[in-house]
């Protein structure tokens, strides 16, 4: 675990200031996710055990996930939804091990991952309701609505971001703390933040991917 939690080392590429420390942790997650895919599906049995069971289990609860928020017609984002989740609960467990920091600790990873999101919900909506029907609910119930339905749009990528970020953030800093405080020969105190770590990696993980599921279905089922 890095001392400095939240410093990250900057490079210029083509006049943008680039984390490098993000990007090199988001490449190690890819190839992490990439090797547990491969391992998953490199020997498939009609009785799975090992990493086949555990990502069938993954894959089959975000399938029903899909099923009873976004409707038969969410199937067609299930890649990307179960990719998402992959990507997000590999990079909030990645900080835990020492030495490595999580993507999600970054706030532009965490707002590109929520901008990309929004941006396919608004998308997925004009495609299935048209552009006539999918603009005029900006102005319902009644038309001074439309101020604060554009509020609520610009509120939810934010709220998606900063939620991951502040507690992924956290997380790693309190970690970072507890090593300096706590004597090594105490380790209990260590061992109990960072399972409480690993729990709430989870929860994130899936409220993002859920959360997102949510909006994506609003504008997929039939009103």
């Known amino acids: 675990m890095e001392n ?6 900057l490079a210029n590429i083509l006049g ?8 090199y942790m988001t490449w190690i997650v890819m190839a992490i996710i990439i090797v547990i895919a491969f391992l998953g599906t490199r020997r498939l049995t009609l009785v799975p055990s090992g990493a086949q069971n555990v990502l069938e289990m993954i ?7 899909i099923d009873a928020t976004m409707g038969p017609r969410g199937r067609r984002f299930a890649p990307l939804i179960i990719s998402l989740f992959l990507f997000l609960l590999v990079s909030n467990w ?12 970054d706030l532009n990873t965490t707002l590109g991952l929520a901008l990309l999101m929004i941006i396919l ?3 997925t909506g004009l495609v299935a309701k048209g552009p006539k029907r999918y603009f005029k609910h900006f102005f319902e119930p009644y038309i001074p609505f439309v101020i604060l339905n554009i509020i609520d749009e610009v509120a939810k990528p934010v709220t998606l971001a900063f939620r ?4 992924i953030f956290a997380g790693e800093m309190l970690i970072a703390v507890l090593f300096l405080l706590v004597p090594h020969w105490i380790p209990i105190p ?14 994130q993980a899936f409220v993002f991917t859920m959360l997102s599921m949510v909006y ?3 504008h997929l089922r039939e009103h």
């Open 4 to 9: 400095e939690v939240g410093v990250h080392k």
């Open 16 to 23: 943008f200031t680039v984390h490098m420390d993000t990007i």
């Open 59 to 65: 894959v089959t609860a975000l399938l029903d996930q």
């Open 94 to 105: 990645l900080g835990l091990i020492p030495g490595l920091a999580s993507p999600t600790n």
């Open 121 to 123: 919900v608004h998308i």
């Open 164 to 167: 991951l970020f502040g507690n």
């Open 190 to 203: 260590n061992i109990i933040w960072i399972l409480f770590s690993v729990f709430i990696g989870l929860i």
């Open 216 to 218: 994506l279905g609003n």
